[in-house]
C-alpha cells in the first residue's frame, strides 16, 4: 500500500514559510501553549483542522464570478437549494454561515430547559448549543466507540439499546430530536453504518421521536458504507447518500467539511412548522432566508462543492490519504485509534504519554511537541477539550478518550507532506520520555480549549503526579 495519487493537478501554489525551532519555542509559548493562538503563517504543515481549509478547484473559484449578489432570491440561492434537495432529499433548505449556526437555530427553535438530545457523540459545538439551552447532550455511541483499539468497521454506530432505554425513561416530551453524526467526529472520525442507522429509526419511530443528522462529513461516511457494509459494494456514494438520509427528518451541516468550501453551512428539515419558528429566528440573527450569512458566491461555491463531494477517484484519493497516513504510524508502533477515521488520524496521547496522567493534558503536551520540534499544527481531543468539573461534586471529570486529531484538509496536501507528518511523528515517539505534563492558567467557562493558557510542568512534577 503506498499513498494514493492525486486525482487533480495543481494550478496556484500558496507558498509556505519555514520557521526556526527557536522562534517557534517563543511563539508557542507566547500563545501559553495553546496552538489556537499561534499565528498560521508560522504553521508548516497545519492539522489543525479540516474544516474550511479545503482548497477549492477551478469549476468552484469559477462559480464565485458567478455569483449574484441580490439580497433576496439569488440565483445561486436557487441552485444551491436544489442541489441540496438532490443529495438529501429534504424539502426545506435553509443556509447557515456555518454548522454551528444551523445547531443554534435548531435547537434554540425545538429544545426546552431540561430537555435531553441523544447522539452518537456531540461534537464540542454541538454540545455547548445544547448546553445553551439547558438541556443535556447525552453520547450514546456503542462500547466499542470508546475504545481506541477495537477494529468495530462502524465505530460511530449509536447503540439502539442505550438508546431505547434513553427514550423509555425519558419520553418524547423531554426528547424532542434524536440526532447521530456521520462520521462521528469526537470518536475518531469514525462511520455509522446504514444497518445503524436502519435500527435508530426504528427505536425513534417507536417512540415518535424525529432523527436529524449532522451531516458534516457524509460523503466520507457513505464512502465508508460502500467499502465496507455488505451489500453496498455496487452503489454509488450518491444513492447511499440518499438511502440514509431518506431514514431521517433533516440535517444540520457545516458545508466547511464535506461541502469543499472555506464557510458555509445549512439545515435542511421536512418539519414545516420548525422551519418557521428557524426561519423567523434566522432573519434576526443570521440573513434572509436565501442567503443565510452567506454572499451569493459562497453559495454557488458550496452547490458545486456538495456535487464534487462525493466523486469516488475523489473519495478514494481522500480517504486513502488519511489511511496511509495512519498505516505509517501504526507501521512504527505509534499509538493511534484504529481503524483510522474518514478525515484524520487520531493518536491515542494515553498510551504514547502513560506517565502523563490526564490531569496534565497528555494530548496537549504532545500538540505542543509537534509544533516546536516539527512546525505541526494538530489539535488536542480530550482532558482540555471535554475536562470539567462536576457540578454537583466539584470534582474533575475527565473523558474516556485523550486524542490528538491530525486532521488532513482536503485536496491540500501532498504526500510528501504526508510523509514528513509521519516521520516526525514517529521521532516523537521515539523520544516521548522527554515529553512533560502541562498545567491550566487561565480557563474561559465554556469551550475552554479555545482560549485556555497553560505551562509546563518540570519534569519531576510529572512523575510525581503521574506515578
Ligand atoms: N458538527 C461536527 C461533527 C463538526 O465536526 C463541526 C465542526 C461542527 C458540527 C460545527 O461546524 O465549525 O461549521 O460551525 N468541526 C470543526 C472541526 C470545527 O475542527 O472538527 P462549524
Not at 428557524?278 to 443565510?292: A, C, Q, S
Request: hydrophobic share 40%; with cysteine.
Amino acid at each position: 500500500m503506498r499513498f494514493p495519487a492525486e486525482p487533480f493537478r495543481i494550478k496556484v501554489v500558496e507558498p509556505l514559510r519555514r520557521v526556526t525551532r527557536e522562534e517557534r519555542e517563543r511563539l508557542i509559548r507566547e500563545a501559553g501553549l495553546n496552538i489556537f493562538a499561534v499565528p498560521a503563517d508560522s504553521i508548516y504543515v497545519d492539522l489543525l483542522t479540516d474544516s474550511g481549509t479545503s482548497a477549492m478547484s477551478d469549476h468552484q473559484w469559477a462559480g464565485l464570478m458567478l455569483g449574484d449578489e441580490s439580497y433576496a432570491g439569488s440565483r445561486n440561492y436557487y441552485h444551491f437549494a436544489e442541489t441540496v434537495r438532490g443529495i438529501f432529499g429534504y424539502p426545506h433548505v435553509i443556509p447557515t454561515h456555518q454548522g454551528r449556526m444551523a445547531e443554534n437555530l435548531l435547537f434554540s427553535s425545538v429544545l426546552k430547559p431540561g430537555d435531553v438530545v441523544p447522539n452518537n457523540i456531540h461534537f464540542d459545538t454541538t454540545r455547548a448549543n445544547v448546553e445553551h439551552q439547558k438541556a443535556e447532550a447525552r453520547d450514546l455511541v456503542i462500547d466499542e466507540g470508546l475504545d481506541p483499539t477495537s477494529p468495530h468497521p462502524f465505530k460511530g454506530n449509536l447503540d439502539p439499546v442505550k438508546l431505547d432505554r434513553t427514550l423509555r425513561q425519558l419520553g418524547r416530551e423531554r426528547v424532542p430530536l434524536v440526532m447521530i453524526t456521520v462520521t462521528n467526529n469526537s470518536g475518531g472520525g469514525q462511520p455509522v453504518a446504514m444497518a445503524n442507522v436502519r435500527e435508530v429509526r426504528e427505536v425513534c419511530d417507536r417512540h415518535g421521536v424525529p432523527l436529524i443528522f449532522d451531516a458534516c462529513r457524509f460523503a466520507e461516511n457513505c464512502w465508508f458504507i460502500q467499502q465496507r457494509e455488505p451489500g453496498y459494494a455496487n452503489r454509488p456514494v450518491r444513492e447511499i447518500a440518499r438511502e440514509m438520509f431518506a431514514l431521517g427528518d433533516g440535517c444540520t451541516m457545516s458545508a466547511k467539511k464535506d461541502g469543499l468550501v472555506n464557510i458555509g453551512g445549512f439545515l435542511a428539515l421536512t418539519n414545516a412548522e420548525w422551519v418557521e419558528k428557524i426561519t423567523n429566528l434566522l432573519i434576526l440573527v443570521e440573513g434572509f432566508p436565501t442567503y443565510g450569512g452567506l454572499a451569493g458566491r459562497d453559495l454557488e461555491a458550496m452547490a458545486r462543492g456538495l456535487e464534487e463531494v462525493l466523486n469516488e477517484d475523489y473519495l478514494a484519493f481522500r480517504v486513502g490519504q488519511v489511511a496511509q497516513l495512519g498505516r505509517m504510524l501504526d507501521e512504527a508502533g505509534v499509538p493511534i485509534v484504529k481503524p483510522v477515521g474518514g478525515h484524520a488520524v487520531y493518536l491515542d496521547a494515553r498510551r504514547f504519554l502513560p506517565a502523563i496522567p490526564q490531569s496534565q493534558f497528555p494530548g496537549q503536551s504532545l500538540v505542543v511537541a509537534l509544533y516546536r520540534e516539527f512546525g505541526i499544527r494538530a489539535v488536542e481531543v480530550g482532558s482540555l477539550m471535554f475536562g470539567h468539573r462536576d457540578p454537583a461534586t466539584g470534582e474533575h471529570v475527565y473523558p474516556t478518550l485523550d486524542l490528538v486529531r491530525l486532521a488532513i484538509p482536503r485536496r491540500v496536501y501532498t504526500t510528501e507532506h504526508m510523509r514528513y507528518v509521519a516521520e516526525s511523528v514517529i521521532q516523537l515517539h521515539r523520544e516521548r520520555d522527554r515529553l512533560k505534563g502541562l498545567a491550566l492558567v487561565y480557563e474561559a467557562p465554556v469551550l475552554r480549549h479555545f482560549t485556555a493558557r497553560l505551562e509546563e510542568l518540570s519534569g519531576a512534577e510529572t512523575v510525581a503526579h503521574g506515578g
